[in-house]
């Protein structure tokens, strides 16, 4: 029998609201099948979810609770055709206090509560330090160019291909320091498990993991991403960082990591002069719909603006009430292709290339060797 289950869910707390992301799907409910003899747990590989690529629409309901277990908040959402969620809670006095959320399915089954699960949110706040880092070529080394090579994307697990030591390394000391880590990737949404499998194998606890949702290329109706954005990832990339910039608010120290094998380097100094430029957001987004890498089509535009336009409200907010100056710092690192590797970027981003490193991808024998000889680069 199948019940509701909860894909992901990531909740953060900021000075402002709960942003909330989540996702539902239909799964056989394990309590209900034949009590096994528990095998050891082995990496997951993504073929495995690949139902995740059947839609449903949920009814989500949120309690939350403070310290003392009190009952500070209780509502219900609606999904969209996907069985996604995204949403911000203003904070009041009262919200203030929300330590526990749990969920409920409510729609499925009228006038029963399914237990979706207890989760404790994310709290970011006061001197906000992020960093986000693309997963495809900058932490793994993947590849996906032909279909064989995607067949062994599918069907093996993600730790088959090589980490990129380096990028690892850069990523921990940064998480040593305070710094939130959110993984980016334009890989499937049903290869979370696998995704989520290596992370923990590689001591990534934390990290908040977006990914990119395929059902929408299905969808004619309410598909946010069309097929060139199979392909094409900059308007993707560029939406998704966003996304988790309104999440958290805008940072004191920002991180981004990328690599130089598509169009990171311009995607991340976009993003950049988004907030360093002092321009109109509808100036902005005038600039963007004209470069190659984001290909705008007449549905996508109006969902990027909206999203520009938030970010420069917040912006602007963080600047008039803060308390001291705002002075955002942004280190860019993006991973070589190979030792000579140069950046290409487009004149109007030129001001700012001074915020990128780069640096070399190193497998674990080159980077452990490396290590050894003292080398201060890392």
């Not at 056989?28 to 096994?36: G, R, T």
């Not at 082995?42 to 449903?56: D, S």
């Not at 499925?108 to 330090?129: F, S």
């Not at 290329?217 to 598909?223: A, C, H, I, N, Q």
Request: charged share 30%.
């Amino acid at each position: 029998m199948k019940r509701p289950h909860l894909v992901h869910f990531l909740a953060i707390i900021t000075d402002e609201s709960l942003s909330i992301k989540a996702s539902i799907t239909m799964r056989e409910n394990v309590l209900a099948q034949p009590i096994d003899i528990p095998e050891i747990p082995t990496p997951k590989f993504p073929i495995q979810a690949l139902r995740l690529l059947n839609a449903y629409q949920f009814t989500m309901k949120i309690v939350g609770l403070s310290r003392d277990l009190k009952e500070v908040y209780k509502k219900s959402f609606e999904s969209d055709s996907f069985g996604n969620f995204y949403f911000k809670i203003p904070l009041t006095k009262e919200r203030e206090d929300i330590e526990i959320l749990q969920l409920y399915e409510v729609k499925r089954k009228p006038g029963l509560e399914q237990h979706l699960g207890t989760y404790i949110p994310l709290k970011i706040k006061g001197h906000k330090k992020i960093v986000i880092c693309d997963f495809d070529k900058t932490l793994v080394d993947t590849k996906y160019s032909t279909t064989k090579e995607v067949y062994h994307s599918l069907t093996r697990p993600i730790e088959h291909f090589p980490t990129v030591s380096s990028s690892v390394h850069i990523l921990h000391n940064y998480i040593k320091n305070g710094f939130h880590p959110f993984i980016l990737s334009a890989s499937p949404h049903f290869y979370e498990d696998a995704m989520r499998d290596w992370l923990y194998k590689n001591n990534i606890f934390t990290a908040g993991l977006f990914l990119k949702d395929y059902r929408h290329f299905f969808s004619f109706l309410d598909g946010e991403l069309l097929a060139k954005d199979l392909k094409i990832q900059g308007l993707y990339k560029l939406n998704q960082l966003l996304d988790i910039l309104l999440m958290t608010g805008v940072p004191d120290e920002l991180v981004l990591m990328g690599d130089n094998f598509e169009s990171d380097p311009s995607i991340y100094l976009t993003l950049v002069k988004m907030f360093l430029d002092d321009q109109d957001p509808w100036v902005t987004w005038n600039a963007i719909k004209e470069k190659d890498i984001f290909q705008l089509k007449k549905n996508q535009n109006g969902q990027l603006l909206n999203k520009i336009y938030q970010l420069d409200n917040i912006i602007n907010r963080k600047k008039k009430y803060s308390e001291k100056p705002t002075n955002l710092q942004i280190k860019i690192f993006i991973r070589k292709r190979f030792k000579d590797d140069t950046l290409t970027i487009p004149l109007d981003l030129e001001k700012y290339k001074d915020h990128i490193k780069l640096y070399e991808g190193l497998y674990r024998d080159q980077f452990d060797k490396l290590m050894s000889s003292d080398n201060k680069e890392f």
